[in-house]
């Protein structure tokens, strides 16, 4: 057993996984994601089980370092006022300035924005450069808004946050809701408050004021650079297999632009609303017209190609899920996938399970699918490529310079390479075999603990 609490030999683990759910009762998505982490980390704790009691490092790493929470008001198109929540959360800055996406969806609350945070310190710490974690978003619902309406709700947004923000204090960038458009007014209004051109505030940037080549498709082709490391390390090839891809929106896109480039056929992706289901290959042509120049329904797809099939979400495993496919690749939202939805995927015969999206499968769907074999490639690892290319856009604002698509996508293949290394050591060090959930914990772990360590009790 690896995240859960009852196989716990650890005094120490059992205090902090108990005050952790009781200080934080309200935070049901915040308590999933720590005990998926220290739960894994077992045997590294009972190792320094002394030190870590004595330097509350358990206790310290699970505490935001700075959670601010503000007001977000702004006019709608009928001249009414709206007021929305905005959060940022800074959660450990140890490795570098706070880094991490900003999320604008009506689900977003702070237990939400604390999961996606306290996951960013780890996926951060395994692409080996100097990013800390950190989070933010808002309530705010982009859709059915007008461009002037998003354009105001950025700015107002940016009002507040720039008070909190800098290239060497907190970066963040895009997810969920926010894309190139959004990063683009929020720059602005950055820009225009600050009286500075400080590119390395902000990533995901348009490619003509400071933008990185290849980071729009970097946490889809970093997925599948991950994935097929994943497989070829267990001696399964990539080409050939068909997948599936849940959500349709940055992750799910370039994912099934690289799956393809490398030889596997996609076959269904989705929207909240849906799948579309298409046996020759999904034609992701018509995927990007819909999603990325229309911001329209997925449903779409079946007036460019009528022989596709359409499927409505209505049951507790989303429609796509009830396809067959090899590769399963969640790149949607979080417990996309439960352990009912785990267990007809697994009953369908799939190989392998990639997380594009952030905790996409509860905790009981990672354990299922953890005893039943299949290769699941977690979150924090395989869609680090996002934040990695990120980090390289900040490098080449330094520097004041670019580099060309091919040298950025050839860094993220390296970095997701080491990535998928670093799991694979971690989880044989510690005897995990194939578990690179264990395996990805450990070794973020491992890296923060020590650097916490040397900064002192802070
Ligand atoms: P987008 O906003 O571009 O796309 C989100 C997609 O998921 C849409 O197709 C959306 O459908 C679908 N979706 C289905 N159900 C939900 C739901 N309940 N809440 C929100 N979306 C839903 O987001 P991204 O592609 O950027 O992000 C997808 C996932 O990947 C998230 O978990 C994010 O945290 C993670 N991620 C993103 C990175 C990035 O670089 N963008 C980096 C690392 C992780 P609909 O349009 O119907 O809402």
């Known amino acids: 057993m690896t995240i859960c609490e009852c196989g716990i030999t650890s005094e120490y683990l059992k205090e902090v996984l108990e005050g952790i759910a009781k200080r934080n009762s309200n935070e049901p998505e915040f308590i999933q994601a720590t005990k998926e982490v220290l739960c894994s980390l077992e045997p590294v704790i009972l190792k320094h089980e002394e030190e870590y009691r004595r330097l509350a490092l358990l206790e310290r790493i699970v505490e935001p370092e700075r959670i601010i929470t503000f007001r977000v008001p702004w006019i709608d198109d009928n001249g009414n006022t709206q007021v929305n929540r905005g959060y940022r ?64 709700f950025c700015q107002s947004f940016m009002n507040e946050l720039q008070k909190h923000i800098g290239q060497d204090v907190d970066v963040p960038a895009g997810d969920i809701g926010v894309g190139a458009r959004e990063i683009g007014y929020l720059f602005g209004q950055y820009r225009r408050i600050r009286n500075t051109f400080e590119a390395g505030v902000l990533t995901g940037k348009g490619l003509d004021y400071g933008g990185s080549l290849a980071r729009k498709e970097a ?22 297999k068909t ?12 994912a099934c632009e690289k799956a393809t480039s490398l030889g596997a056929k996609v076959v269904a992706m989705s929207d909240s609303s849906g799948c579309i289901y298409d046996e020759n290959g999904i034609n992701l042509d018509v995927i990007k017209e819909i999603k990325e120049e229309r911001r329209a329904r997925i449903k779409e797809y079946l007036n460019v190609v009528p022989s596709a099939k359409y499927f409505e ?37 799939a190989i392998a399970v990639g997380e594009g999206a952030n905790m996409p499968c509860t905790n009981e769907a990672i354990e299922y699918f953890l005893e039943n074999k299949i290769l699941l490639a977690p979150g924090k690892a395989a869609n680090a490529g996002g934040v990695a290319t990120s980090a390289l856009e900040m490098s ?63």
């Open 219 to 240: 946490t889809g082709y970093g997925l599948m650079y991950f994935m097929r490391e994943m497989l070829a390390a267990n001696k399964i090839e990539l080409r050939g």
């Open 313 to 349: 979400n209505n049951s507790s495993t989303p429609a796509i899920f009830n396809i067959k496919a090899d590769i399963i690749l969640p790149c949607a939202t979080q417990n996309d996938i439960n352990l009912e939805t785990a267990k007809k995927i697994v009953a369908n015969g």
């Open 243 to 254: 997948a599936i891809i849940s959500g349709s929106g940055n992750v799910a896109i370039y």
């Open 396 to 458: 080449q604002n330094s520097m004041r310079y670019f580099w060309t698509f091919e040298e950025v996508d050839s860094k993220l293949e390296m970095i997701m390479k080491n990535i998928f290394k670093l799991c694979k050591q971690a989880a044989k060090e510690y005897n995990y075999g194939t578990n690179y959930v264990a395996g990805a914990n450990i070794a973020a772990f491992r890296k923060i603990a020590k650097a916490m360590k040397s900064q002192g009790i802070i």
């Open 89 to 152: 959360v800074q959660f450990n800055g140890t490795l570098g300035p706070y880094k991490g996406g900003l999320r604008l969806h009506p689900s977003v609350n702070q237990s939400i924005m604390k999961f996606l945070g306290f996951e960013q310190i780890f996926k951060n710490a395994l692409t080996c450069l100097p990013i800390g974690g950190g989070k933010g978003g808002s309530d705010f619902d982009p859709k059915g808004k007008s461009d002037m309406e998003i354009m105001k």
